[in-house]
């Protein structure tokens, strides 16, 4: 298993035992002995603001997943604010930094909800931080909205709970999705490479269960587990090439996946099986074409959750790419930021579904919900808290128009024939 997947350290007995209502009883029995201490602010309503705890990794190696999430959180909480906020209720973020550890995430998120007295969780990246702050927020009885983990096992039915709720695609959705496109290639010998942890585990399973099903004469050659975060990737090319598949599926993703591709090129490694390699895990985001430049392995498929350049999706995600780049200042905008956007779009409709911010009433709210996005509607499924969120698949391929690959064409699949 990865270095992500720690067990959650312990706090205080009074921060294990106390949950967030205990927490504000006892603030509010402060109060009262004192005296009434309100703050108002012009224009707002004087109940005070919506606070929103977003925990992400903004430090280290994935940060600038982290950072781009927080911006797409704030670049729609100030488009709401701009708007008369939420029930008259101006939206206020408080970002805290897991460090991409399972054992932070939990921290931070207990501190939040028990020191900020967050109304609400947000975040996380990897598929050992969400299901660690899922269990926080059950504990606390405290609405959690994941806009990024993607493993099977942070919804799944014994560890479900009523606060829990994804944006996100899922390890299952990404899988099979994989598994259908790569059963065009023609191929029969296929080989997977995916880090040790909980989504390399949980995409690997479902793409080789769903491949096998829908072509049964597929033979899985060889499966190689490098450690994530692995530096040396050379004896697991070496020894995935010596099986000599036909082609290969990966959830090596980030900086993962670059250091995979970087030392995997010059082996000759996508030439001996001519660049049929499906790299799911946001292989082909504009961040990772970005970053390798002329090391990018050209003529693989990939996936992102978003794509600047994705001219054939539909006029809102033409209109939020404009109002993204302005925002972020930058031409080629994050893939990432849209995660952030559509899951303070959702949080903010069930909580104007509930009329109210407690999580109880929005939790109920969440359930059902469905909302415009730039990628078309979402919905989230009442059984079992789950978005029909898919990402956007292809090829890659060299455009004059851009100073990295992109995919062509980029294809936005519908999740539902993929989802249980």
Same mark, same amino acid.
Request: hydrophobic content about 40%.
């Given at each position: ?42 224009? %707002? ?179 190689? %587990? ?26 090596? %993703? ?167």
């Amino acid at each position: 298993m990865g270095p992500f997947q720690q067990p959650a350290r312990k706090e205080s007995a009074m921060v294990d035992s106390m949950t967030r209502r205990d927490f504000v009883k006892a603030a509010a029995a402060a109060g009262a002995a004192v005296g009434p201490f309100v703050i108002t602010r012009p224009g %707002w309503s004087q109940t005070g603001s919506i606070k929103i705890g977003i925990v992400e990794p903004l430090s280290g190696p994935v940060a600038y997943i982290g950072e781009a999430n927080v911006a797409g959180f704030r670049f729609g909480a100030e488009r709401l604010n701009a708007a008369g906020g939420v029930l008259g209720r101006k939206i206020e973020l408080v970002p805290r930094d897991t460090k991409g550890n399972a054992d932070e995430a939990v921290r931070v998120s207990r501190e939040l909800i028990l020191r900020e007295n967050v109304d609400f969780l947000v975040g996380t990246l990897t598929s050992a931080e969400g299901p660690a702050v899922s269990v926080v927020a059950k504990e606390s009885k405290i609405v959690f909205i994941a806009p990024i983990p993607k493993t099977d096992q942070l919804t799944a039915p014994d560890k479900l709970h009523p606060y829990v709720f994804r944006v996100a695609s899922t390890t299952t959705i990404e899988g099979r999705t994989a598994a259908e496109l790569m059963a065009k290639w023609g191929v029969k010998r296929v080989a997977t490479i995916s880090p040790d942890y909980a989504y390399g585990q949980d995409v690997t399973k479902a793409f080789v269960e769903y491949i096998k099903k829908i072509k049964p004469d597929v033979e899985i050659v060889d499966q190689q %587990w490098p450690k994530l975060g692995e530096a040396d990737y050379t004896p697991f090319i070496n020894a995935q090439m010596a099986k000599k598949p036909e082609a290969v599926f990966s959830s090596l %993703w980030g900086g993962h996946f670059v250091t995979f591709a970087k030392q995997a090129k010059p082996l000759g490694y996508f030439e001996a099986i001519k660049y049929n390699f499906f790299g799911a895990g946001e292989a082909a985001s504009p961040e990772t074409t970005k970053t390798m430049g002329a090391d990018y392995p050209v003529g693989i498929w990939g996936n992102s959750y978003d794509a600047f350049y994705w001219t054939e999706g539909p006029p809102a995600h033409r209109e939020y790419v404009a109002r993204v780049s302005k925002y972020l200042k930058d031409e080629y905008p994050s893939s990432w930021a849209i995660q952030g956007y559509i899951g303070m779009e959702a949080l903010a409709e069930a909580i104007k579904k509930a009329g109210s911010t407690d999580s109880d009433k929005v939790s109920k709210a969440l359930l059902g919900l469905t909302i415009d996005t730039p990628h078309g509607k979402l919905t989230i499924r009442e059984k079992d808290h789950q978005a029909n969120r898919a990402q956007i698949y292809g090829k890659t391929v060299k455009d004059p128009k851009y100073p990295f690959p992109i995919m062509k064409p980029a294809v936005y699949v519908d999740p539902t024939k993929f989802m249980d």
